[in-house]
C-alpha cells in the first residue's frame, strides 16, 4: 500500500489521505533522540507519513503470511516471519514479547497474592492494628 490510489473520473493519481493519529508520538519520540522540541509540522508529517508506510507494508506482507498458511488473521509468527532478515528489529521484537510475557507474570502473581490475602482476610482496611 503506498497510499496512492486511481481517480476514476480523470485517471490521475492521487494521494490517499490517512488518518494522521501518531503526531504527538513522533514529537516526542523525535526531541528525545536529539530535535527540537518543536519541530516542524512537515517534519512530522513527513515523518508519520514514513511510519504508516512502513507499517502499511508490514501489515500487507503479515496478511499475506497468514493467508499462505491458511488464516484469517496474521500473528506474531507472522510478523516475525517478515522481519526476519533484519536482526536489530527482530531483537526488539524479542525484547518487546519478553518484557509483555514478564509484566503479564509479575501482573498475575500481584493478583494472587491479592486474592489470597483477600480470602485469608489479611487486608489492611485501616480499622485494625497496625500490621
Known sequence: MSGEGVNEQDGAVTR???PRIFGA??????????????????TIELMEEMLLEYLSALISKSVEIA???????????????????????????RYLLDM????????????MSSSFEDAAGMVDDGTGPPV
Open 25 to 42: 508520538e513522533l514529537r516526542q519520540m523525535m526531541y528525545g533522540f536529539g530535535d527540537v522540541a518543536k519541530p516542524l509540522p512537515a
Open 16 to 18: 490517499r489521505t490517512l
Open 100 to 111: 509483555k510475557a514478564e509484566i503479564e507474570r509479575v501482573t498475575n502473581i500481584k493478583t
Open 67 to 93: 493467508q499462505s498458511r491458511r488464516r484469517d488473521r496474521p500473528n506474531i509468527s507472522d510478523v516475525k516471519f517478515v522481519i526476519r532478515k533484519d536482526r536489530r528489529r527482530m531483537q526488539r521484537v
